[in-house]
Nanobody
Framework: VQLVESGGGLVQPGGSLRLSCAASGFTFSSYDMSWYRQAPGKERELVASITHIGNSTNYADSVKGRFTISRDNAKNSVYLQMNSLKPEDTAVYYC????????????WGKGTLVTVSS
């Protein structure tokens, strides 16, 4: 099982980034997918989630209206479009998969660093 994040980097405030997570080794379409983030010295927090068939999404209040989660089950990938980035969005962003049948079965990626700074 692998979840490999990409797309992180350094961006100026107000800028945009698109994160991608490529999944392999499991039946991607049977997993709800999420993005979490962890800023230095803070706990990991849920940023956005999407159901296994993509019919419902959920966002943290801090990113509503700025971030969009999407998925492509044909490509075994989930994405996070991040617009109007703020310095407080700086964090390591993690991809997470949770099986819809047994909720305790879940996987994590290793993360990608997003730094928002001028």
């Amino acid at each position: 099982v692998q979840l490999v994040e990409s797309g992180g980097g350094l961006v100026q405030p107000g800028g945009s980034l698109r994160l991608s997570c490529a999944a392999s080794g499991f039946t991607f379409s049977s997993y709800d997918m999420s993005w979490y983030r962890q800023a230095p010295g803070k706990e990991r927090e849920l940023v956005a989630s999407i159901t296994h068939i993509g019919n419902s999404t959920n966002y943290a209040d801090s990113v509503k209206g700025r971030f969009t989660i999407s998925r492509d089950n044909a490509k075994n990938s989930v994405y996070l479009q991040m617009n109007s980035l703020k310095p407080e969005d700086t964090a390591v962003y993690y991809c997470h998969a949770r099986w819809i049948v047994v909720r305790s079965l879940n996987y994590w990626g290793k993360g990608t660093l997003v730094t928002v700074s001028s």
